[in-house]
């Protein structure tokens, strides 16, 4: 299963896989340890295939969904032994994916940002800056009580936080909060951002200079 799914992934047949997921048990969960592949395209793509495959199979199967995304929140506590470092990733794609079943699950990844222990945030921040945008046409008021930390993202030292930062509120529809910050049309931290199945190595300016293409405007 896992050289099929590699393979898959590796070509980009990411309908594919969620085809096999309605075919085949387990391979929401195969495609956990994908997240992890030393290639960052093809751990990407998992993280996409897993919110395609989710959603083809909460159309019979919601509660086998659910309970994936309930592994997926334990899998970013110490307790799991083994954290998954793209799960706030991966949760917001399913969510994004099919919304009506799973919104409940709307605040509880964009409150990580708010709630994790700043040493387990550390590892996590970008990735649940990316998960918030994933989740930006969804979020609506939700953003609201963690827009400080947010905003205060726009100046932490790795330039991939700050980037995702950016990213996020622009998703959000807060391109107003990165109109005010005249300092990121000037910052040439790279970043890189999944997008329409590529990953693109970009800048945090580059990515502030799309604040008239966010979805507020």
């Known amino acids: 299963m896992k050289r099929i799914l590699k393979q898959l992934l590796a070509d980009g047949r990411l309908e594919e896989v969620a085809r096999l997921a309605e075919e085949r ?8 340890p994908l997240t992890f592949d030393p290639d960052p395209l093809r751990a990407w793509r998992a993280v996409e295939a897993m919110g395609l495959a989710a959603a083809r199979i909460a159309t019979t199967s919601p509660a086998a969904v659910r309970e994936h995304l309930r592994r997926l929140m334990w899998l970013m506590t110490e307790e799991s032994g083994g954290l998954c470092w793209r799960a706030p990733e991966a949760m917001a794609e399913i969510i994004r994916r099919c919304p009506g079943g799973y919104a409940d699950y709307i605040p509880i990844v964009v409150n990580l940002l708010a709630e994790m222990a700043e040493e387990d945030l550390a590892h996590f921040r970008a990735a649940v800056l990316w ?8 979020v609506g008021g939700e953003i609201t009580g963690v827009l400080p930390q ?7 030292p790795d330039a991939q936080v700050r980037g995702m930062a950016v990213w996020a509120l622009l998703e959000c529809g807060l391109s107003d909060v990165v109109r005010a910050s005249e300092v990121l049309a000037l910052d040439d931290g790279s970043v890189e951002l999944y997008e329409d199945g590529n990953l693109a190595h970009t800048t945090v300016a580059a990515l502030a200079g799309r604040v008239c293409r966010s979805p507020g405007e």
């Open 131 to 138: 998960a918030i945008g994933r989740l930006g046409p969804l």
């Open 25 to 32: 048990a387990g391979v929401l969960g195969a495609l956990v």
């Open 150 to 156: 947010v905003t205060a993202a726009l100046g932490h």
